[in-house]
């Protein structure tokens, strides 16, 4: 038996050993440079139903000390007082509008549909799309900027600080930090334009508006709903550089209130991500299975039998998690559920694929897609 586990201890050492060579390569996003272009700036946030988060977000935008911005915020058929309290937390503010968002066109989804109308209003020589989850630190834009102009890049994203609001949906939400460390090789997703190489978040995507226009917006991903990372491809795919950066420092996203909202929200685009393969889904089951789930029963056996080497596996996939959340800002309490969060990846990665392949819709905020 020693000989297996000797195998998994390995294994585990491996996947640790690539996690932190991985996390090299994350682009840092760097401090402003007095030599760095001062573009005007659109910051651009589709809305529907976001009446819990529109004071905080108003808030944290009117703190931003960059001179030369504008913010457009889309109502898209809010169903809830976002228009109301949009309009009374912007008042007379000259840098905001709020604009009424037109009826969903058939084949289109609602947030790339939102994002594409506010880029038609949007005057800005860089574009910055944020989720009204989203919250940014003052200096936001100029770091925004100077990270493009250091690097060249058409496109930039990254993967937010999550705040804590739900404790049950950390486990999930943080976990989209360790899958692109686990999982993506980051020196050639940010070193090539090869778009099968890449990952983003819709939380936070910022464009020159002549990659935006380039590529064609968000209407050439008009149904996509894994937007961010379609938008992703296709900006590499017009031979613009895209650059995925640890934004963890000065962007904090609040993005599900409960469990359940986090588990109807990965269920909506996890099978989607993996280009609905079915492989590549089964691989990924057995892989959290064995390496982050097993090592539990493992390590309570080795308590009953006293057989310390048993619990070496579990102490190197939490220190995998510790590392990823360390670099991320995430609470490293959280780390310590790793098995839990592993086990709720496989429940929602088996709902996403049953929902694909029985053919039914995936429900979002009162909108269905197939």
Same mark, same amino acid.
């Given at each position: 038996?020693?000989?297996?586990?000797?195998?998994?201890?390995?294994?585990?050492?491996? *996947?640790?050993?690539?996690?932190?060579?991985?996390?090299?390569?994350?682009?840092? $996003?760097?401090?402003?440079e007095s030599s760095t272009p001062k573009p005007f700036v659109s910051v651009l946030i589709p809305m529907r139903n976001e009446e819990r988060n529109i004071e905080?977000?108003?808030?944290?935008?009117?703190?931003?000390?960059?001179?030369?911005?504008?913010?457009?915020?889309?109502?898209?058929?809010?169903?809830?007082?976002?228009?109301?309290?949009?309009?009374?937390?912007?008042?007379?503010? @000259?840098?905001?509008?709020? #604009?009424?968002?037109?009826?969903?066109?058939? &084949?289109?989804?609602?947030?790339?549909?939102?994002?594409?109308?506010?880029?038609?209003?949007?005057?800005?020589?860089?574009?910055?799309? #944020?989720?009204?989850?989203?919250?940014?630190?003052?200096?936001?834009?100029?770091?925004?900027?100077?990270t493009m102009a250091k690097h060249d890049a058409g496109m930039i994203s990254g993967f937010p600080h999550y705040g804590d609001r739900s404790h049950l949906s950390q486990l999930l939400v943080t976990l989209q930090h360790f899958v692109v460390y686990a999982h993506l090789p980051t020196i050639?997703?940010?070193?090539?334009?090869? @778009?099968? $190489?890449?990952? %983003?978040? &819709?939380?936070?995507?910022?464009?020159?508006?002549?990659?935006?226009?380039?590529? &064609?917006?968000? %209407?050439?991903?008009?149904? !996509?709903?894994?937007?961010?990372?379609?938008?992703?491809?296709?900006?590499?795919?017009?031979?613009?550089? +895209?650059?995925?950066?640890?934004?963890? !420092?000065?962007?904090?996203?609040?993005?599900?209130?409960? #469990?359940?909202?986090?588990?109807?929200?990965?269920?909506?685009?996890?099978?989607? &991500?993996?280009?609905?393969?079915?492989?590549? *889904?089964?691989?990924?089951?057995?892989?959290?299975?064995?390496?982050?789930?097993? @090592?539990?029963?493992?390590?309570?056996?080795?308590?009953? !039998?006293?057989?310390? +080497?048993?619990?070496?596996?579990?102490?190197?996939?939490?220190?995998?998690?510790?590392?990823?959340?360390?670099?991320?800002?995430?609470?490293?309490?959280?780390?310590?559920?790793?098995?839990?969060? *592993?086990?709720?990846?496989? $429940?929602?990665?088996?709902?996403?694929?049953?929902?694909?392949?029985?053919?039914?819709?995936?429900?979002?905020?009162?909108?269905?897609?197939?």
């Amino acid at each position: 038996m020693s000989i297996y586990i000797l195998g998994f201890i390995g294994l585990q050492t491996i *996947a640790l050993l690539w996690i932190l060579f991985n996390s090299a390569f994350i682009k840092p $996003f760097v401090i402003s440079e007095s030599s760095t272009p001062k573009p005007f700036v659109s910051v651009l946030i589709p809305m529907r139903n976001e009446e819990r988060n529109i004071e905080e977000l108003i808030h944290s935008l009117q703190t931003l000390s960059y001179s030369s911005f504008e913010c457009i915020l889309l109502d898209d058929q809010s169903s809830d007082q976002t228009r109301l309290l949009t309009e009374r937390a912007i008042q007379n503010d @000259p840098r905001f509008s709020l #604009i009424e968002g037109q009826p969903l066109p058939e &084949g289109w989804n609602g947030k790339v549909h939102g994002c594409h109308q506010l880029s038609q209003f949007a005057e800005g020589d860089l574009l910055l799309f #944020i989720d009204a989850d989203v919250r940014l630190a003052p200096d936001t834009i100029e770091r925004t900027i100077s990270t493009m102009a250091k690097h060249d890049a058409g496109m930039i994203s990254g993967f937010p600080h999550y705040g804590d609001r739900s404790h049950l949906s950390q486990l999930l939400v943080t976990l989209q930090h360790f899958v692109v460390y686990a999982h993506l090789p980051t020196i050639i997703a940010n070193k090539t334009k090869l @778009p099968s $190489f890449t990952a %983003a978040c &819709g939380g936070f995507i910022a464009f020159t508006k002549e990659a935006y226009e380039s590529i &064609g917006g968000h %209407a050439s991903v008009h149904s !996509s709903l894994l937007e961010d990372v379609h938008l992703a491809r296709v900006t590499k795919k017009n031979g613009f550089k +895209m650059l995925l950066v640890n934004i963890s !420092s000065h962007v904090t996203c609040y993005m599900y209130e409960s #469990i359940q909202e986090a588990i109807e929200g990965f269920t909506k685009n996890i099978f989607i &991500g993996i280009n609905k393969s079915k492989v590549i *889904a089964f691989f990924l089951i057995c892989w959290y299975t064995l390496m982050y789930i097993v @090592p539990t029963p493992l390590f309570v056996y080795s308590i009953w !039998s006293g057989n310390s +080497m048993l619990s070496l596996p579990l102490l190197i996939s939490i220190a995998q998690k510790v590392w990823v959340d360390y670099k991320n800002g995430t609470l490293l309490r959280y780390s310590l559920f790793m098995p839990l969060s *592993a086990l709720l990846f496989v $429940f929602v990665l088996a709902r996403s694929m049953y929902t694909s392949i029985t053919g039914k819709a995936y429900t979002w905020k009162g909108r269905s897609y197939s």
